[in-house]
Structures are given as C-alpha cells and as structure tokens.
C-alpha cells in the first residue's frame, strides 16, 4: 500500500455483520457473481476480526487493525498508526502518523467520505458522530439504515451525487458502511417472519445486485482504486444458543476479507 497512497484512490467497504460461512458458501455456489468476479480467485478469505461489533472494530480498521489471517504468523498489514513497537508493520505498509485512516489521508491530500450505514454512523447522538467526523464528508439518512431494504441503492445514488463534487485531480478516499446483513433483514426473503440464515443470505444477494454500480461509480474517475472489502463481524442465528453479536463465539470473530485493485474501465 506504501506505493500506491497518492497515485490511487482508496475505497474501504464494510459489509456490516456479514458471516464468513455465509459469504463463502454464496460465493462457491454462484449465488453472488459480481463479488465473485472482484475477489482475488473467486473467493473470500477467511480471517479474524479485532471486535464482535462494529463500533469497535471500525476503530480498530482506522487505525489499521484490518481482519487478521487465520493462519498463524505475523502477518504485515497494509496500513498503520505509528506506534512505538509495532511487530506489524512491513516494508510495504503504509505507516502514519496521525490517529486513524481518514485523518491520515486528508494529510496526505485526499478528499474522505463517509457514507455510513448502521447505527453507530447516524450522527444522531454524540456516539454516533464519533466515526463519521473523522471525515472530511460525511453522509446518513434513514434510507441508509438497517431498516431500509434499499439502503445501498440510496447510498450509491448519494455517493453519485458527491463524485463530480470532488476535483478530479484530488485523490479520493471513499468509505461504505453496508447496512442490509444487520437485522432485521428478513425483508430480503419474501414471506419470511424471522431473521435467520437465509435472510441473511438473501441480503448479501441483494449487495451482490449492486455491487458492479459501486465500483463503476469509483473506478470512473479515471484513477485505479485500492479497494479493501469485508465484514467488521459476523452474529449467531441460534448457534449454541447465541443470537446476536457482541458475544466471544466462532461466528462472530470469523470474517470474510478481500482486497483488490479496481482499474478504470474494468467495470
């Protein structure tokens, strides 16, 4: 990432509470073919949140904390907070010295937007303008939250509105909180009453759907974007009991992550 600050725009997807195995199992049975064309190999890969909720975990992505690889090992990250005695910060990770990602690149130039989606982004209380105004722009309407069953076409039609606003020459710096795998999300299953498993899977259908519109609007503004995809957790549908996050269970810690670099055109 260290090389590519400043030549390419940056684009952060959280798709908020999505589970790996759910993510995974869409991806191998052909039911999300836009993310899968994007992934590296068709596929998700498995990793490990630093929270089991997303006010937490996005703390932690900001200050470069990303879904930790499964595998053990001391894994290099893309990006960092300087601190003294980091064990994780490589040749190629872009190391800053600023709090968090969006203050960072706003230093280095670029114009940060916030296009959020669950709770914790709505600027309606003091808590949920702490993420948001880490950004130079920020955007929330009802129509983005978990409630709203087109929460990503309102963010995308926002988000294409905001594009021709930022000079073409200034690099850009595009965040997407992803609303519709939070409950409820049974409104993605005709006929369902509850939200369960399939619910969930339907709604990451419904991203797939309009996924390809995301990455034409970034991608369009002439400039390659590193893009960084995945889940800030996932939640339990009755497993061992647990409904919810915010819970220590395999579920919860284990994510989908993805990152790639979208070249104009492509999309």
Not at 130 to 154: K, R, Y
Not at 217 to 222: A, E, I, P
């Amino acid at each position: 990432m260290r090389s590519l600050i400043g030549t390419h725009d940056v684009l952060l997807v959280t798709l908020d509470t999505l589970r790996y195995d759910v993510a995974a199992d869409l991806a191998a049975t052909g039911r999300t073919p836009h993310l899968a064309r994007a992934l590296p190999g068709g596929r998700w890969e498995r990793r490990h949140s630093p929270a089991s909720f997303t006010y937490a975990a996005h703390h932690a992505f900001f200050a470069g904390f990303l879904p930790t690889p499964v595998e053990p090992g001391r894994h290099e990250r893309l990006y960092a907070a300087a601190f003294p005695g980091s064990e994780t910060s490589g040749a190629d990770t872009w190391v800053f010295d600023a709090p968090d990602l969006p203050t960072a690149l706003a230093d280095a130039g670029y114009h940060t937007v916030c296009l959020g989606g669950v709770g914790f982004f709505n600027r309606r209380s003091p808590l949920g303008g702490v993420l948001p105004g880490l950004f130079t722009e920020a955007h929330w309407e009802p129509g983005f939250g978990v409630t709203a069953p087109g929460c990503v076409d309102a963010q995308l039609d926002r988000l294409a509105a905001v594009l021709p606003t930022v000079p073409a020459d200034r690099p850009l710096f595009t965040f997407l909180n992803v609303a519709a795998l939070h409950q409820p999300n049974r409104h993605y299953l005709p006929g369902a009453e509850v939200d369960d498993l399939a619910s969930h899977a339907a709604a990451l259908e419904y991203v797939d759907s309009r996924i390809d519109r995301l990455f034409r609007l970034v991608s369009g503004r002439g400039r390659p974007v590193l893009t960084i995809i995945c889940s800030d957790h996932g939640t339990a549908y009755g497993e061992d009991g647990h409904t919810g996050h915010r819970i220590g269970h395999d579920v919860v810690w284990t994510v989908p992550y993805a990152h790639l670099v979208l070249h104009p055109g492509d999309w």
